[in-house]
């Protein structure tokens, strides 16, 4: 036995073996999405200790927390925004679950009406692709460059 013998194999055999674990471990952990989940995501139980014409602003508050987003339009209104998500790799997350809840506060601030709204009830939303136009001239850097040549403030004295 030479010296190249020993132990030339070994190293490399086990260098591969360390490489197909590592890329059998990458390709698992692509394949497996991930959740997030984001917002408020209301116990039923807590929801159902809420009744419309009883409960109070500040009742909701302590049970609830404080809401996502309040109504700029509609009055006193309170909304609590959740959803959970998947991902997968690199693609796009897709949206699984959402839940909304609307809670309508009477003038006595008193919940008069509440209701779920959930992912199958949501509506898309189209964008528009127009521009807003706006005043002036296109000009490349160079352009910009040279036109500032020479226009220099004096100092004041």
Not at 88 to 106: G, I, M
Request: glycine fraction near 8%; aromatic fraction near 8%; include cysteine.
């Amino acid at each position: 036995m030479t010296g190249s013998d020993l132990g030339a194999s070994p190293p490399r055999a086990l260098f591969y073996k360390v490489a197909i674990g590592a890329l059998l471990l990458a390709v698992v952990a692509a394949c497996s999405p991930r959740v997030d989940n984001r917002g408020h995501h209301i116990d039923p139980e807590v929801l159902a200790e809420i009744r419309p014409g009883m409960s109070t602003r500040e009742d909701v508050l302590y049970l609830l927390g404080s809401p996502s987003t309040v109504s700029s339009f509609q009055g006193p209104v309170w909304y609590y925004i959740g959803q959970r998500t998947e991902k997968l790799a690199f693609f796009k997350p897709d949206v699984t679950e959402r839940q909304v809840v609307e809670v309508v506060f009477d003038d006595s601030d008193r919940v008069s009406e509440m209701r779920m709204i959930g992912l199958e009830e949501g509506q898309e939303v189209e964008l528009v692709e127009r521009e807003t136009p706006t005043e002036g001239r296109d000009m490349t850097i160079l352009q910009q460059f040279l036109g500032n040549l020479g226009r220099f403030n004096p100092p004041a004295p």
